[in-house]
């Protein structure tokens, strides 16, 4: 597939199209095209032709929040296009509609052959990764039922049930079979001297479970006006950096990129939520470790998203034992899947507890929310929950037994557990891995900070004087193991982790960064590490590298070895910030910021660690999310860890 791909988000429902506005329906690669809504493709193919042929594009679409584009028939120089076609693509919940007006170039009446080709595959997104794995789907059945005003797509395996309805005003003069499963709206146009026909077409998806009243929007436009007002409400009110401009525009992108990637959940209580979910187009879904680290960047100017990330978690926390999602007691939830896969446990996500640091990550939210907003309902009515993830890091997390969060490869899941999980993300500086249980260092930090604020919390708002002592004798003890345990003397550094021995893992990467904003290094250790992080060889103009050039496991283009993580120099900026680093705080924002204004103010979910000093435009890497909510909230956390206004 040449096109590239243009992502249109809209909660928990997006779309894929290439240049012309074109679904192909094309397998494997760094992203998925079509028509997306809980984790299922309800459309796999969208093709415009006209007169029997595709058109050529004049003006290719643009990223926005609508896809709009220019196409004529094809021709040569001397025969100027008989009309032109201009297309606007938008999505809403659970939806996808487009408006295509023809416009006639001729002085006389002119006949135009149009026609869409659709289809509805329903392949469940696990199915399009490039991990060359294959699905059985026993008993699985489609079905196409023509309109009065279009074409139904259905699908059906067991008790899952799925369909994708396209409706076509005016309706369609035709609708044709064409061999392979598809079927083609067809209309032909009568255009008056300069005139004009328009056409609007309407995608509703219903995914297995889905029985909510819903409609799909008008046209395009609407779907603008009403993108514009939920953007409206995200970034009204926020105090943005008059003296640092392009700050105040990546903030005020990331807001508008965070009022998109709401998505739906659900309380303790069963009351409706919003939650930020990870990314699109891959991870449009609930993550743990994801909302809660967006929630946290975007704390002091959204606190909302805390107040909906809390709930939401809390009513997914793991009450018993399960080794397909590996669920223990209190742990939070890592992954929340909706799809076909999942639901038939094909794939372990539909609750997936693979993670070693979402859990401390829930107890520093909630603590910081609390602190920061002076609202204690939260830390009270989620006491219970609270008290079940301490539980959980003090037993099965290994903080009791082993000294610190540990975890295993998860087989059927996921190798690494910590926010670097690619496979051989947890290394040494020569690029072996670790044997044995993994004991990653910045999963401590987490811990340390979760015990402290839990224990501040138990004393200000359980009224439980017994419990606080108990976490504030536990956070110091981490604390002197921890200095005792992972630091090289050597380097003046910490070990990325421990392995299943014991030993150091000895790679320099980022994650000592996240040390420093949780505070676990003292004063003299942290100022060594905050400098150490700025010296080139980590810091390559445009944010600290994942992984330190000149090791032999360094690579630019690796998703954790090498490459560079917006959300990863934000936690770096606030640690910085917090040992008083001021002036290198200031350089990663500068580095990030200036990265964003090359593509629009946005940042993507990571870049390629190639250096500024050889490369003066950032290198994009090649499979990230164009759309990821820790991205998009990191300049918010940037604005607070420099303290500017």
């Given amino acids: 597939m040449t096109d590239r791909h243009h992502l249109l988000v809209h909660g928990r429902t997006f779309a894929a199209v290439g240049d012309r506005g074109d679904i192909s329906g094309y397998r494997g690669g760094s992203a998925p095209d079509g028509l997306f809504v809980r984790d299922a493709r309800h459309l796999s193919r969208w093709q415009l032709t006209v007169d029997g042929a595709v058109p050529d594009t004049l003006t290719p679409v643009a990223d926005g929040d609508t896809a709009r584009c220019v196409l004529v028939p094809r021709g040569g120089r001397d025969e100027p296009p008989a009309y032109t076609l201009f297309r606007e693509q938008a999505v809403g919940d659970s939806s996808f509609v487009e408006s295509l007006r023809v416009t006639s170039n001729r002085p006389v009446p002119t006949t135009v052959h149009l026609a869409v080709t659709a289809d509805a595959d329903f392949t469940d997104q696990f199915e399009l990764r490039s991990d060359h794995r294959t699905y059985t789907k026993a008993g699985a059945v489609r079905s196409r039922h023509v309109l009065e005003h279009g074409v139904e797509f259905a699908y059906r395996r067991g008790e899952w049930r799925s369909v994708t309805t396209v409706t076509a005003e005016p309706r369609p003069d035709a609708v044709e079979e064409t061999g392979t499963g598809a079927r083609r709206l067809a209309w032909t146009l009568d255009l008056e001297p300069h005139g004009t026909a328009e056409l609007t077409l309407r995608v509703m998806a219903r995914p297995h479970g889905d029985r909510r009243a819903l409609r799909v929007p008008r046209s395009p436009a609407a779907v603008r006006q009403r993108l514009r007002a939920r953007e409206g409400e995200f970034t009204q009110g926020v105090d943005l950096p008059a003296g640092w401009p392009e700050l105040a525009a990546a903030c005020t992108r990331g807001l508008a990129d965070l009022a998109a990637l709401q998505v739906p959940a659900t309380g303790p209580d069963g009351e409706e939520l919003r939650v930020p979910a990870a990314g699109a187009p891959w991870f449009l879904t609930l993550l743990g470790r994801d909302a809660l680290l967006t929630s946290l960047f975007a704390l002091p100017y959204r606190p909302a998203l805390a107040a909906a990330t809390l709930p939401a978690l809390a009513a997914t926390q793991a009450t018993g034992s399960s080794a397909d999602g590996i669920a223990q007691p209190g742990k939070i939830v890592h992954e929340v899947r909706h799809g076909e896969l999942a639901h038939f446990g094909q794939v372990p996500y539909g609750r997936y507890y693979g993670s070693v640091d979402a859990t401390p990550l829930f107890l520093v939210l909630l603590g910081a929310y609390t602190e920061h907003t002076g609202d204690t309902g939260p830390a009270r009515r989620l006491e219970r929950h609270a008290r079940a993830a301490v539980g959980w890091m003090l037993d099965h997390g290994g903080l009791t037994s082993r000294g610190y969060l540990v975890y295993r490869a998860d087989q059927g899941g996921l190798a690494n557990q910590n926010w670097k999980d690619s496979p051989g993300a947890i290394c040494s500086a020569e690029g072996t891995r670790p044997h044995g249980p993994v004991t990653a260092a910045g999963a401590q930090g987490y811990a340390y900070d979760a015990l402290r604020r839990t224990a501040v919390l138990a004393r200000t708002v359980w009224q439980d004087p017994t419990y606080a002592h108990l976490l504030e004798q536990a956070a110091g003890d981490l604390r002197e193991r921890f200095r005792r345990d992972f630091w090289m003397p050597e380097h003046s550094f910490p070990a990325l982790a421990l392995d299943g021995r014991g030993e150091q893992v000895d790679a320099l990467a980022s994650d000592a960064g996240h040390l420093l904003w949780s505070g676990l290094l003292d004063k003299e250790h ?50 910085l910030a917090r040992y008083g680093l001021h002036d290198e705080a200031r350089a990663i924002a500068h580095g990030l910021v200036d990265a964003a204004g090359a593509t629009g103010h946005r940042l993507p979910e990571v870049l390629a660690g190639y250096g500024r000093d050889t490369h003066p435009e950032p290198v994009p890497y090649p499979h990230a999310c164009v759309r990821e909510s820790r991205s998009a909230a990191a300049p918010l956390a940037l604005l607070t860890a420099v303290g500017v206004v």
Wanted: proline content about 8%.
């Fill in 526 to 575: 942290g100022e060594l590490v905050g400098r150490r992080l700025l010296e080139p060889d980590f810091f390559s103009g445009w944010g600290v590298r994942t992984l330190a050039a000149g090791q032999p496991a360094y690579h630019p283009l690796s998703y954790h070895r090498g490459s560079v993580w917006p959300h990863d120099n934000a936690l770096i900026a606030l640690g």
